[in-house]
Every structure is written in structure tokens, then in C-alpha cells.
């Protein structure tokens, strides 16, 4: 078929010959990529498929004979050069010339280039190294000194440069630059002067900083967290899936010697595409801690101690068969769908209770509802996901601050303005710097106003909208029903929780009343039918207590005994009333990875496996499934939560029909598919903005925080922003108090002291603070985001912030 009859046919497609191969691709294709499509190795050093062309390395310079209109072109680099119809293409595989450059580019690179291989942390995986050997001359013809530079510098707490290994290629600038946004760093000087700083008065402290380690084509960047760790030839990669947060990105995990050493971004382009951040990179040692749990305990003599597994499982049988259906089960928000459904069989069939909640977390009253109805038994076919945000003609944040709860969805967002110019509505109390990286539009408003904010923007948005709705909109009472009707107007939505297990735990039915398989524990049929699909007779027919419920039952002495797993006391609304009610009669059984607050409280502690350690399967915010595969085969400990849970079943005289997370997959995918009738969702009237003295308290947990999955990576926790309580100028002004000043919040529980930020473009009547960075606020204060705190400024007033 000629060219001619090719382009007819389809004109997207342009047909040019690359060393004597035809070769069919879109318009706009990059040489360098149609070479690689018909398997063509040109050398390249600056090209990232991800980052604009910059043609700045010059390695990948081809010849271009002949344009197709009879006028020869000089020599063009293939990583710039849009692929033109009827152009001839001569690589290094054809072209002795362009051999000789790229030999002779290469020959360039070295002379100043350290040949420090053996002791490079990119030596092994470097693309000089392996270009060099491939393209490059067998033998250097320098005879002079190298360059040098004072190495290594650090550009924040976790990242180093050595300069001297630098090629000039500014992947690292590219990627502050166009992908996250961040400028801190970038070319400076001119010529053999050339090189990366850092601006000083800025370090690097970016939450996606570790990508620009990733994409350094020599070792010029580096981290400390793995520097001089092992050899990249004697680690042993695995892909699975991050758990620290609800994108689900995909990893490449390396371990030596049975201990992971790094974590990478794998390369998913319908996820997180090539890129994450840094605590899904970084955040991996907190399960190696002292505090790890190897062997169960038991509580003797008001003490914990260590116990067989028999015994154990004994003592919390006995407990659990005394408590009756009187049980409460809160398994946390961070499991993967295999080990919360395990939970939620153990609790129906084994102890006879709905009362089961995942939400370790302050939630509203609609929300449960909200979920049941609007969120659970949806599929990645008919849900909003990452690569289609690019596509959508509006987004609009609500209680979502997506650079901090869900990192690589701001990536995302960012993307979808910088090359689609999507519109970007971000309704929140201040303009933050996500939001000026996003290029959006921010509607000032305080918490307990979106439902009018989104009534402003009801005309704006239609079916190419897309409303993204973080956890916190639940504490707005009414929000979610809004969302619900805008959602009956055509526009599309996606809840986006910050845990990585939200979702897995909701499809399992982890809530009191819902059940696996995404119906209702209200509706007969379904309980029917899956006692049959379990084999058991009759299932727990009233809807039982939210996790608040338990709480409280633990309090008064309704409830007797817990089951818990993964939960961490600190993250509880109440947590001061948590502690007192543990203090009573309550019998607690733990299935912990760690030692924790509550396991202090616990009756039985049993160890479960790291995630590391297990096979399972995340369901991301898009209700994408996401593979967690075992990286670590040699444990301490090979009993996950399905295996224990399975083991205390069989001591109770019952039956949970599944003993590994493979025999849960299975069994779930049963019922998952049930076209069951989900719930009516009937919301909560709107109150607005609260009225009363004092501020309206908004906040939320910052991507780097005090959470314990950072433990281990405390170079990280480094590079994070310091707590501050921000303020517009004219509340700061009503309050007589200025930038730097300390400032006391207090609540109905406690108060707490930070430094005061005045932020411009913030609203008033508003006090900002991060939820979870150096204090518990939530807990501490005991006032949640929406209600009124008072502020009131330290007597000795600081310096400008």
C-alpha cells in the first residue's frame, strides 16, 4: 500500500522511513519515539517521555537526508523532532556520521564526568554507563584534570547532589518545573560553568522530591535514605502497590537480604504514570521499628506478655464467648480487601454483630448512607479515573486539598490545567500553593459554606464537569446531598478517601449496614442469599453500631469486648474518651503489626503480617483493583489477619470458610457481582457555617505528618512544612496579632500553641492548622473542622514570619 493510500485512509497516522523502515504513527510523534517503536536504540540523556522536549543533552542527534520535498535538513535531535510525512530518518545504526557524533557527544560527557562507577549509587543502572559501553569510544583520549566540586551538598534533608556527575540533561529542573510545580532548583551560570543549584533560603522540600532521584541519568542526585545501601545487580525488584494512600501507585520495591532497601515508581500510565511521592517512597521502614510485634501477648497480672499461639487464641476465645454478640469490631481503614473482608465474615458469622466500622476517623451522619448508596458496588468502567480528569471541562475540589490527602491526584490535576487547560475550581479557605500550581480557581469559603459555594457553581458544571470529594465533606452536614443531587444532574464524582483501604473496606461491607457485596444488612433477600453463599445459618438481621456507637457501648458497658486491627487511638475524634472507656471492663483483642496505645490497653495482642510480607489487593479511588504482591517470603511472623481471624473462628466452634488471603479473593469475587438493591440516601439538612463566638477551626493532615507510617524516615518528616495557624490580616488584625506570634486555640477539650502565618487571599472569621503535625488537634482540642474555637494571642509578640 503506498504512503499516499495510507494517509488517505487515516490521516492521523504519517508514514515516514526510519534506517530503511517504514514505519506508520500518529501526527506528532517524536522520532525518538518511532525508533523505539520498531525497536531502533538512539542514546538520549535529557528526553523523559513524560517531560517536554528540550534537546538539551544533544546525544540523540539523527540525520535527516532528505524532508520529502527534495531540500536536505542538517543534522536534527530525534527527541524534538516531530516525525514529518515522507521524512527519512538515518540513526547511529546507519549513518557512520551520526555514529561518530553520538560517539563523540558521549567522549564529551566523560571528560569531566567522575569514573567513579564502583561506588556511584547508579553505577549498575546508569544510562551513561551503559550508553558509553554501547555508543560511546572504547578508550578516553583526556589526559587533563577533572572537574570537581565540594560533594556531596545536600538540597534538603533527604536529597544530595554531587555535581561533578551532573550531564547538564535538567531532567530534575524540568520536573519542578512542568510535573509538580515546585522551583527549587535550577540551571545556573553559562557555559563549562554550568551546573544545578539549589536556591538557599529554599531547600528542596517538596512531597514528590524523590522522583527527580528516579529520573537522574547518573548519580549526580541521590537520596540519603538509600545512599551507598547495596548495588543495584544484588537486589532482588518487585512490583506491588503503595498503602499509603487511596491512588493506589504502583511500585517497584528492592530488597537484598530479605530487607527492602528502596522503593521506586513503577510505571503505570493509567495510574500514577512513572512518578510518586515521597512517602510512598520513603515511608517503608516504620514495620522494622523496635516496636514490632513477633509473638503474641496476654495480659497477666495487669502486664502483657508473651505467649504461644495456643494459648492465646485460648484466652481471647474465652473473652469473645463471655462478651456474647455484645462485640464491636473496628478494623481499621488501611487493610487490604482480602483481610477486611476476613473481618467482616468474622464479625457476621463468628460473633454474630453488624457493629463493625473501618472509619478510625471523624465522619458526619450522612455519610454512611452517602457511601452505601452513591459509592460502593461501582467499577473503574463507570467511575471517574485519573487519566480521565485530563478530558473533563471543569473540576471542582470539595473538602479535598489533593497535594496533601491524595499526592499523584494532584500530579494529575496539574497535568490536566497545564496541558488540556481544564478549569480548576478548588473550593477552600485560603489559596493555597497547590492551588497556584493547579492554575485554579479558588472560591474562598469557611467550613460548613461549600453547599453554598457549590450552589454559586451549580450553573457552571454539567456532564464534562467533575466534582472530586474528600472524607472531610462528611463533617458538612448536608454536603454529601448536595453532591448527591448535583450528581442526579448529570455531573460526574469521585469520593477520594486518604487511606489506602477505605474502599476495599466499604466494598467488603465493613460498615454496620452494609454487607459484602455492596447491599443492604436491611434487606432480607440479601441476607438470604449470602447465607447460602457462606454456608452458615442466619445472619444478624438488625443494623448494628457505627464505630462512634461502639465507642460509647464500650463507655457504658453495652459493648464487652473488641476486635480490632490496624487502628491507631491518637486518629479518633474522642480519643481522651476512647482511653477512659478502656480503662473499664471491656475485654480488647489487638491484631497489631506494632506495638501501639491501644495495644497497651489490649487483653490478647496477636502479630500479623507486614504488607510486605502478604499477598492482597487495594481498591483505589477510581474502584480500580490494585495488586499487592509479597516482596519479603522470609518472615518473622506468615499469619495475616485472614489466617488469625480463621484460627479464632475454629476455636469458637464456627467456621469463616477462608484461611488465606487467596481463599478470601476468591471468595468475595462470589458475591462481588451481585446486582443487590443499594440504599436510598436520605441526607442531612444543611446548617451552614456555625454560628457562635470565636473562629471557625478548618485544618486537615498534611502529606508529611506525624503519621506512624513515616517512623524510620525521619529525613523526610524533615523536608515537611512547620505547623503554623494561618489567618487572613483582618482576623489577625481583629485579635491584635501579627505574623510570627504565637497564638492559642482552645476547644472544649484542651488548647493548643502555634505560631501564626497571616496568609494572604484567605477568608475571614478562619483559622487554619494542619491537623497532625507536631499535636493530635482533633483530640487535643476536641472541636472538629466547622465549629468554633477560641484564639487568643500570647502576650509577647514574635518577629514577621
Request: aromatic residues 4%.
Amino acid at each position: 500500500m503506498s504512503t499516499d493510500v495510507k494517509t488517505q485512509a487515516n490521516p492521523e497516522l504519517v508514514t515516514a522511513t526510519i534506517d530503511g523502515i517504514e514505519v506508520h504513527v500518529p501526527k506528532g510523534t517524536l522520532v525518538i519515539r518511532a525508533a523505539e517503536q520498531i525497536g531502533i536504540e538512539i542514546p538520549r540523556f535529557c528526553d523523559h517521555e513524560l517531560l517536554d522536549p528540550v534537546a538539551a543533552c544533544r546525544a540523540c542527534i539523527v540525520e535527516v537526508p532528505d524532508a520529502g520535498n527534495g531540500r536536505g535538513m542538517k543534522p536534527q535531535p530525534a527527541c524534538a523532532l516531530s516525525l514529518m510525512p515522507g521524512m527519512v530518518i538515518e540513526t547511529g545504526a546507519s549513518s557512520e556520521k551520526v555514529a561518530k557524533h553520538q560517539s563523540g557527544m558521549l567522549e564529551f560527557l566523560l571528560i569531566n564526568h567522575p569514573l567513579d562507577c564502583p561506588i556511584c549509587d547508579k553505577g549498575g543502572e546508569c544510562p551513561l554507563q551503559n550508553q558509553a559501553m554501547s555508543h560511546g569510544p572504547g578508550e578516553s583520549r583526556y589526559e587533563g584534570v577533572k572537574r570537581t566540586y565540594p560533594k556531596p551538598v545536600n538540597i534538603s534533608a533527604q536529597l544530595l547532589i554531587d555535581r561533578e556527575r551532573c550531564v547538564l540533561c535538567q531532567r530534575c529542573t524540568r520536573f519542578g518545573a512542568q510535573i509538580s510545580g515546585d522551583d527549587f532548583i535550577s540551571l545556573a551560570e553559562r557555559g563549562a560553568l554550568s551546573q544545578i543549584v539549589s536556591y538557599t533560603e529554599h531547600p528542596y522540600h517538596s512531597v514528590f522530591s524523590g522522583n527527580i532521584v528516579q529520573i537522574c541519568p547518573v548519580g549526580a542526585l541521590t537520596s540519603v535514605d538509600y545512599r551507598f545501601q547495596a548495588r543495584p545487580f544484588d537486589l532482588v525488584s518487585t512490583a506491588t502497590t503503595c498503602e499509603n494512600c487511596a491512588v493506589g501507585c504502583e511500585l517497584r520495591t528492592d530488597h537484598r537480604h530479605f530487607q527492602v532497601k528502596r522503593r521506586l515508581a513503577g510505571n503505570d500510565p493509567l495510574v500514577n504514570e512513572e512518578w510518586n511521592c515521597d512517602k510512598g517512597r520513603f515511608g517503608f521502614r516504620s514495620g522494622h521499628r523496635d516496636d514490632r510485634l513477633t509473638t503474641p501477648l496476654v495480659r497477666r497480672d495487669g502486664a502483657l506478655v508473651a505467649a504461644s499461639w495456643p494459648e492465646a487464641i485460648d484466652v481471647a476465645v474465652r473473652g469473645l464467648k463471655a462478651a456474647g454478640s455484645a462485640v464491636g469490631v473496628l478494623p481499621g481503614g488501611r487493610l487490604t480487601l482480602e483481610n477486611a473482608y476476613a473481618y467482616s465474615r468474622f464479625a457476621r458469622v463468628v460473633l454474630g454483630t453488624n457493629s463493625v466500622d473501618f472509619r478510625n476517623r471523624a465522619y458526619g451522619l450522612e455519610e454512611a448512607d452517602f457511601l452505601a448508596a452513591h459509592v460502593a458496588g461501582r467499577d473503574v468502567e463507570d467511575s471517574v479515573t485519573l487519566a480521565g480528569l485530563e478530558k473533563a471541562k471543569k473540576i471542582v475540589l470539595v473538602g479535598f486539598a489533593p497535594e496533601d490527602e491524595s499526592p499523584v491526584t494532584f500530579l494529575r490535576l496539574r497535568k490536566a490545567w497545564r496541558k488540556r487547560g481544564v478549569e480548576i475550581i478548588d473550593i477552600a479557605p485560603f489559596v493555597s500553593d497547590a492551588a497556584r500550581k493547579m492554575g485554579a480557581r479558588t472560591v474562598l469559603t469557611a467550613p460548613g459554606g461549600e453547599i453554598a459555594a457549590l450552589a454559586t457553581l451549580a450553573e457552571e458544571l454539567d456532564a464534562d464537569s467533575v466534582v472530586l470529594v474528600g472524607e472531610r465533606a462528611g463533617l458538612v452536614p448536608g454536603l454529601l446531598g448536595t453532591v448527591s443531587d448535583l450528581a442526579g444532574k448529570g455531573v460526574r464524582f469521585a469520593w477520594i478517601p486518604r487511606r489506602a483501604g477505605e474502599l476495599a473496606a466499604l466494598e467488603a461491607g465493613l460498615l454496620p449496614g452494609l454487607l459484602p457485596g455492596s447491599r443492604l444488612v436491611s434487606d432480607a433477600s440479601a441476607r438470604v442469599d449470602l447465607q447460602a453463599a457462606w454456608g452458615v445459618g442466619k445472619l444478624p438481621e438488625a443494623e448494628g453500631l457505627d464505630a462512634a456507637g461502639i465507642w460509647a457501648g464500650v463507655a457504658d458497658g453495652s459493648v464487652k469486648a473488641l476486635v480490632t486491627g490496624g487502628i491507631e487511638l491518637a486518629d479518633l475524634p474522642q480519643a481522651a474518651a476512647a482511653r477512659r472507656a478502656l480503662a473499664g471492663e471491656v475485654f480488647v483483642v489487638c491484631l497489631e503489626q506494632r506495638a501501639s496505645e491501644l495495644t497497651e490497653h489490649a487483653d490478647v495482642v496477636f502479630p500479623v503480617a507486614l504488607l510486605e510480607e502478604q499477598i492482597g489487593t487495594f481498591i483505589n479511588w477510581e474502584h480500580r483493583l490494585r495488586e499487592v504482591v509479597a516482596v519479603n517470603t522470609r518472615t518473622d511472623t506468615a499469619m495475616t489477619d485472614v489466617r488469625v481471624l480463621a484460627a479464632l473462628a475454629d476455636a469458637m466452634g464456627s467456621q469463616l470458610g477462608v484461611r488465606s488471603p487467596v481463599e478470601a479473593r476468591i471468595a468475595y469475587h462470589e458475591i462481588a457481582d451481585w446486582q443487590g438493591l443499594r440504599g436510598d440516601f436520605h441526607p442531612t439538612p444543611a446548617n451552614g457555617i456555625t454560628p457562635g463566638e470565636g473562629l471557625i477551626l478548618a485544618g486537615w493532615r498534611t502529606a508529611l505528618d506525624d503519621s506512624r507510617c513515616l517512623d524510620g524516615a525521619e529525613t523526610v518528616r524533615e523536608t515537611a512544612p512547620p505547623p503554623v495557624a494561618r489567618m487572613s490580616a483582618t482576623t489577625a488584625a481583629a485579635l491584635d496579632a501579627v505574623s510570627g506570634q504565637k497564638v492559642t486555640i482552645t476547644g472544649d477539650a484542651g488548647q493548643i500553641t502555634l505560631p501564626l502565618m497571616i496568609t494572604d487571599r484567605m477568608v475571614d472569621d478562619v483559622v487554619w492548622v494542619p491537623l497532625n503535625s507536631g499535636i493530635q488537634v482533633i483530640p487535643t482540642v476536641g472541636v472538629l473542622p466547622g465549629q468554633r474555637v477560641r484564639v487568643s494571642p500570647d502576650e509577647a509578640a514574635g518577629g514577621v514570619a
